[in-house]
């Protein structure tokens, strides 16, 4: 079984620029989440889906973040105009329905905007 | 809100020796979950043990034990007969226990471990 695959692993950007991450899921689980860490700092929730739905977004730092999950597979991450603090490892999990499952994690993508 | 705090930022043991990971948290809520997450260098996180909060019998998986103590909220992780490739950033993390699923993990700063030969 493949796991949770997040694309690209590195990405360099200039501040202003747009960058798009995205994370594909093991098959077959519905919740897909997004987490961030700031170096240094705790990793810190950002959304999770149920399938295509937006299930909690309280996470979203502003209105520069635009997370999409088409069709409830696969997920995309885009940072519009992209800032200096938006800098960190970006992690992608997924984990099956139920009352308690284990969520697998991703690489994560490391984004440096300079 | 829920926080979780490592006060460890680095920790660094010798092979074969025993090492323990320090971990508080701060909740209202009665039912919930708590986690010990493995970051080795350059690979995904992992998980390494899960302690549900109704459960007063502390977890243990194979090398791994964690000491739970639900009162102090306390939740400190054990590493016994300490191998290279423990080497890895570990994380603890809360989660909310809800009837409808899972909800989003809470995750402290982190442990750098260092298992020295």
């Known amino acids: 079984e493949a796991g949770v695959t997040q694309f690209p692993s590195h990405s360099v950007i200039e501040k202003g620029q747009t960058v798009t991450l995205r994370c594909d899921p093991i098959?077959?689980?519905?919740?897909l989440y997004w987490y961030r860490r700031v170096m240094g700092k705790e990793i810190k929730f950002l959304l999770h889906?149920?399938?295509?739905?937006?299930?909690?977004e309280s996470g979203m730092p502003n209105n520069r973040f635009l997370a999409e999950r088409t069709g409830g597979t696969y997920s995309t991450l885009k940072v519009q105009p992209a800032e200096l603090e938006d800098s960190g490892v970006y992690f992608c999990a997924s984990s099956r329905t139920g009352l308690w499952t284990e969520a697998f994690f991703g690489q994560g993508t490391r984004l440096t905007v300079v | 809100a829920q926080t979780v705090t490592q006060s460890q930022p680095e920790m660094s043991v010798q092979e074969a020796e025993t090492v323990t990971l320090s971990c508080t948290y701060d909740t209202s809520e009665n039912n919930y979950y708590l986690f010990w997450y493995k970051q080795p260098p350059s690979r995904q996180m992992i998980l390494v043990i899960r302690?549900?909060?109704?459960?007063?019998q502390n977890a243990t998986e194979n090398r791994f034990s964690v000491n739970f103590q639900k009162a102090a909220k306390s939740f400190s992780l054990k590493i016994s007969d300490s191998q290279l490739g423990d080497t890895a950033m570990y994380f603890c993390a809360f989660m909310k226990s809800l009837n409808s699923g899972n909800t989003p993990l809470v995750f402290g700063k982190g442990t750098r471990l260092s298992v020295i030969a």
């Open positions: 302690q549900e909060a109704y459960k007063q």
């Open positions: 098959s077959g689980h519905d919740n």
């Open positions: 889906f149920v399938k295509e739905s937006k299930q909690d």
